[in-house]
T-cell receptor, first 115, second 113 residues
């Protein structure tokens, strides 16, 4: 089914470990972004990309790296995990223009716990 | 990047209309208003969007003021399944590297039986 696929769905890390959250979409969307959502809070933008080879920082980029080598994939790397990064991470994608009425398509999220 | 302001929480009786306001006083002339909702811990889902005119679909209606500085999402007959967090965002007609799409905290809508 077309959509945004995030892996893994759940992950537990020890402080200081690094890992990559995967995000892939098969809708040929140019725009992709990563959000984090802490318990009871709204979505905060981490990084975003308007196309392959282009990435920009969002509201809370520190501690995270991204790359966009292909249109389909937008991985999020945690460099040295900290307990403050315990959160649910959502990846979203969209056409760059408003050609798609639905705007963003979100993945189902990755629930990350750092101990 | 235009930002939005929404009430933190609201409640509504089942079967009644739920009216959710959103302030976007710094919206640019070509930016769209989009509404999404998030049920439990799922990813947000699209509800409706508009530019200047009022819009209606099978889920909701969107009323945008003439000056476009605010809008109201209307769920005409709220059900318990409409309990969710509702987000109002603004976005340009075409994304660029300057397009930070900020969701904010949204409005937590509770539907009373």
């Amino acid at each position: 089914n077309a959509g945004v696929t995030q892996t893994p769905k759940f992950q537990v890390l020890k402080t200081g470990q690094s890992m990559t959250l995967q995000c892939a979409q098969d809708m040929n969307h140019e725009y992709m972004s990563w959000y984090r959502q802490d318990p009871g809070m709204g979505l905060r933008l981490i990084h975003y990309s308007v196309g392959a080879g282009i990435t920009d920082q969002g509201e809370v980029p520190n501690g995270y790296n991204v790359s966009r080598s292909t249109t389909e994939d937008f991985p999020l790397r945690l460099l040295s995990a900290a307990p403050s990064q315990t959160s649910v991470y959502f990846c979203a994608s969209s056409y760059s223009s408003t050609v798609s009425v639905y705007g963003y398509t979100f993945g189902s999220g990755t629930r990350l716990t750092v101990v | 990047d235009a930002k939005t302001t929404q009430p933190t929480s609201m409640d509504c009786a089942e079967g009644r209309a739920a009216n959710l306001p959103c302030n976007h006083s710094t919206i640019s002339g070509n930016e769209y208003v989009y509404w999404y909702r998030q049920i439990h811990s799922q990813g947000p889902q699209y509800i409706i969007h508009g530019l200047k005119n009022n819009e209606t679909n099978e889920m909701a209606s969107l009323i945008i003021t003439e000056d476009r500085k605010s809008s109201t999402l209307i769920l005409p007959h709220a059900t318990l399944r409409d309990t969710a967090v509702y987000y109002c965002i603004v976005r340009p007609p075409r994304y660029s590297s300057a397009s930070k799409i900020i969701f904010g905290s949204g409005t937590r809508l509770s539907i009373r039986p």
